[in-house]
């Protein structure tokens, strides 16, 4: 895969992504413009992570059925119409309706690393996954900066309108610009497709590597979903577009982690993972130092979001090398955990800064991500046995023996 095509995937997940997460820093005048009260602001952004958990049951194993190309293309035209329904809601419910909608299918992310990973020769899928999720990261935080300066300039509504247009301009631009899959095996039936996920759930890998992303992502919500409401209450009251300007931080955080793909390629994904839960840890020390430093408050989010994101690729390449037939489905079920994690920290600090302030809300995320340590370390320990390994293996397919194999074989004796 060539750079342009990476860049193109990963502005694919960066709109999608933004399209969730967009309201994080115009919280206070979006809920006040829909007469959301303060104590449930969380639930503006947790409407957009519950649609997309649907979407992920519902819709990314589809990837795994049909032509991924023209499901990213499809997915990002009915996400603009869900922006378009936010953007021009005159009532509450209207909007979380768009919301919930634009979620359901901003799963073209999930969709998007899918085609990434089934298109990568092994010895570059963590580099290039690495890359492209790269643009998620990009779109939670970038679009704080963007967002914050539309709304200072034409109101919350134009973000919404903006990310509309740019999904219906990136809808044309996949389909004339990616090629087709060429895959090993025929497509599954949908149905079948959907029937297995339990079957994953069952895997260890997944179920370990999930409950990871459960917390991590709970105390990443933590964090961006309640930011705004400390910066912009006393002593700091600072505006959208300064309350946006954070984002510059955790974007620089997280593309310091763009090694992580290339650290997995090594085999180092498992070590890593447990390096960086514990620097996500001693980053809500500095992060809970908000009320009397804000430059504390920059170090701790550039030290969380390259926690997270480093993380967040390790789990991503130990899964998909683990299952390469199913990455569809392994993705969305490991994305699962990830989406009620988020919408867990969304609607979680919101009420705890509320009732107690930004001291609770601080604990809250690091409470959350020493439970995402204390899972590795507990997997690390418990034995291992016949029962935990995936049901795809390079001895089940032989064609890939020759060039493939040691990749994979390595992968394999990674998270096993």
């Known amino acids: 895969m060539n750079a342009w095509r990476r860049l193109l995937l990963a502005v694919v997940c960066a709109v999608a992504v933004a399209s969730i997460y967009a309201a994080q820093p115009v919280l206070v005048p979006m809920g006040r413009d829909l007469g959301v009260p303060a104590e449930l602001a969380g639930w503006i952004i947790a409407t957009g992570q519950f649609g997309y958990l649907a979407g992920l049951l519902l819709l990314v194993p589809l990837g795994d059925a049909v032509d991924r190309r023209r499901l990213i293309a499809v997915h990002l035209a009915v996400t603009a119409v869900g922006m378009i329904l936010t953007a021009s809601a005159s009532a509450a419910w209207v909007a979380f309706a768009g919301l919930a909608a634009a979620g359901l299918f901003a799963v073209v992310v999930q969709t998007t690393v899918a085609y990434v990973a089934s298109v990568s020769p092994p010895s570059e899928r963590g580099r290039n996954i690495g890359v ?48 087709p899959e060429e895959r090993r095996t025929p497509p599954a039936p949908y149905r079948q497709v959907v029937a297995s996920l339990g079957g994953l ?119 998909t090398s683990a299952y390469p037939e199913r990455v569809s489905s392994v993705i969305g079920s490991y994305m699962v955990f990830y989406s009620l994690g988020s919408a867990l920290g969304a609607a979680a600090t919101t009420a705890v800064f509320t009732a107690y302030g930004w001291a609770a809300s601080s604990l809250l995320g690091a409470g959350f991500a020493a439970c995402a340590l204390a899972v590795w370390a507990t997997d690390r320990r418990l034995p291992r046995d016949g029962a935990d390994l995936p049901h795809e293996s390079v001895a089940t397919h032989p064609a890939r023996e020759g060039s493939q194999g040691t990749g994979e074989a390595r992968d394999k004796s990674e998270v096993h």
């Open 132 to 179: 492209v999720t790269s643009g998620v990261v990009v779109g939670i935080l970038g679009a704080r900066v963007v967002t914050g300066a539309l709304a200072d300039a034409w109101g919350w509504r134009s973000v919404y309108f903006v990310l509309a247009a740019l999904s219906l301009g990136l809808t044309a631009l996949v389909l004339a610009v990616l090629p």
């Open 201 to 319: 759930y069952r895997q260890r890998v997944v179920l370990t590597r999930g409950l990871i992303a459960f917390f991590l992502f709970a105390s990443f919500g933590t964090l961006w979903s309640g930011l705004s409401l400390p910066l912009a209450d006393a002593p700091w009251q600072l505006s959208e577009s300064q309350i946006g300007l954070f984002g510059i931080a955790g974007l620089a955080g997280a593309l310091g982690a763009a090694r992580a793909g290339r650290w997995a390629d090594a085999g180092r994904a498992v070590p890593v993972t447990g390096f960086a839960l514990a620097l996500l840890i001693l980053s809500w020390v500095a992060i809970g130092q908000l009320p009397w430093s804000l430059w504390l408050l920059l170090v701790g989010i550039v030290v969380l979001d390259f926690a997270v994101q480093a993380v967040h690729v390790s789990n991503q390449h130990l899964l």
